[in-house]
DNA sequence: AATACTTCTTGTCATATGGCAAGAAAAGAA
DNA sequence: TTCTTTTCTTGCCATATGACAAGAAGTATT
């Protein structure tokens, strides 16, 4: 029951130590197996997570039942939902574990406390947010600026861990492209 | 100086009399003239705004100097560039008036007092955001799924009036096919 | 080690969309 | 109105990427 890693995400440069000790123990360590879902389609999501250490991937499912990835998480980051954690909607999406994780949750309620009573928490909280949607508009301004090439270049580098540990299907439908063509520019990156 | 307008997007139902009273007469009205920019890239977002009349766009420059729409915004929207707003950097997009428009807009030091004083207002903040994160995922992840086609169409029933008012380039780059395409793409609807 | 299963690679061919350029149409300026 | 500029359309050809299928390589299971 080490907290050592919460208190990393909770530093002392933004918070007190009243602060962080009225936070942190709030937090559950919780493990999930391989393969096993933090989120399921459909559900509300009534709680999000911190990765201690695993490989997690969401997605969401079109039309004819193809799975899209829609974000990969590890060490440090934060799992969660937004429009069903905050909107109190079914998500539509899956989350799901790559690999054994160990994370640490928070609930609604629990989180609806501390934002509403803690100034430096909800700061936190909107800075986080808002990292979330500036990455998910880098990306898609990407989609449309770069080829799958780029796309597939820049995510090497600004994800190494994730190039490394995904399996190719699941990166290929990140960056919008087809195993097929992601296995080719991989092919064509190594002969560069 | 009439603030109907501000009282729809304040409603009675998720405010009271008194948060009203506090909140409302804190906008102040600004016209902008067709062109004109509600804001400039490199610059920080020090306001953000609601639309009472006229039409905007937000756009991105890719590297080679072309622009990308990345959103267009009409009545009763609201038009802040959330990156820039809360963490005060430089924003990358520029926001331009593509009619004279008329907007009542608030800054953020008189935001922050708002959002850190009255509950629902940081309610009703977030779940702006988070519907701004929504919506910008459901296009992230229409650019992978659907042809150019099917986006062309959900834009035209979802956005009737953007369709109608927004150049056909600028739908383009929105999304992400060439103009060239696009009017083929209206030509082949035309007919069916 | 042997079997089954998933993931990755590679070939062939198809197709959606891009690039470029020339007009046509529409909008704005004089 | 006339002139100028911008926006839109259309033709021709190029190309990035998709679809499908077969085999290879890797991983898991017994």
């Given at each position: 029951m080490n907290q050592d890693f919460l208190y990393n995400i909770f530093t002392d440069k933004k918070f007190s130590k009243e602060e962080q000790a009225q936070i942190i123990p709030k937090f559950k360590r919780i493990e999930f197996s391989k393969n096993e879902f933090l989120l399921e389609e459909g559900k509300i999501a009534n709680r999000y997570f911190f990765i201690e250490s695993g490989f997690v991937r969401s997605y969401a499912t079109d039309l004819e039942g193809n799975d899209i990835s829609t974000n990969f998480y590890s060490f440090g980051d934060i799992v969660i939902d937004w429009p069903s954690f905050f909107l109190r909607t079914p998500t539509k999406e899956n989350i799901q574990a790559l690999t054994?994780?160990?994370?640490?949750q928070l609930d609604f309620e629990t989180f609806q406390q501390l934002f509403h009573s803690i100034e430096a928490f909800r700061e936190n909280g909107r800075t986080t947010l808002v990292g979330s949607y500036f990455e998910l508009k880098r990306h898609s301004i990407s989609m449309i600026t770069d080829h799958a090439k780029d796309r597939y270049k820049r995510l090497m580098?600004?994800?190494?861990?994730?190039?490394q540990h995904i399996s190719l299907k699941q990166i290929a439908t990140y960056l919008g492209v087809t195993d097929t063509s992601l296995s080719r520019i991989r092919k064509e990156i190594a002969s560069e």
């Open positions: 054994d994780c160990v994370c640490w580098r600004e994800k190494p861990l994730i190039v």
